[in-house]
């Protein structure tokens, strides 16, 4: 039986992998940028992690899923590893995220709108060179907002 809790409490790569749906190399990528620890060495040297690594890489996993930087999670996990700090500090990176979200949105509205002018000018059917749509892509005076402005880092 204490084969089985031993199997239990640790695992090599590979299946840290399957069970929380990050890949290997973003795993070492994770462990490289110090998120997640560095796990026990087998007797061959090869990687091997708790249940711990696995609850706090599923943490890592939905907040990259939610966009959070790299940064934002070092610091949320700094948090979530000091017993009794309020959660004031969390609730500014989430609020600050979600701003950054909001005015990401925006610049997409816009982009919507710019292509959609665009897309709207052209009946189809002329030549290329005639085209509404390639005479609207080569007038950049005309767009609204720069491509560099709408797909600026969050």
């Known amino acids: 039986m204490a084969a ?4 239990e409490r640790v695992m090599p790569i590979g299946a840290l992998a399957e069970r929380t749906g990050v890949k290997v190399e973003t795993i070492r990528y994770y462990e490289q940028v110090g998120l997640l620890p560095p796990p026990e060495r087998s007797e061959g040297n090869q990687r ?7 609850e706090r890489l599923a943490f890592i996993k939905h ?28 609730h500014a990176i989430s609020v600050a995220h979600l701003d950054e979200v909001r005015d ?5 509205r816009s982009l919507e709108k710019e292509l ?14 005639d085209c509404a749509i390639i005479e609207a892509l080569a007038d950049h005076g005309s767009a609204t907002m720069p491509i560099t402005e709408v797909f600026r880092p969050i």
């Open 48 to 54: 091997r992690y708790s249940r711990r690594h696995a």
């Open 116 to 129: 959609e002018r665009i897309a709207t000018t052209c009946s189809g059917g002329v030549a290329a060179c």
């Open 4 to 7: 089985t809790t031993r199997l």
């Open 63 to 90: 907040a990259r899923d939610l966009g959070f930087a790299v940064d934002a999670i070092r610091a949320l996990l700094r948090l979530s590893d000091t017993p009794g700090i309020a959660c004031d500090e969390a």
């Open 104 to 108: 990401k949105i925006a610049r997409l």
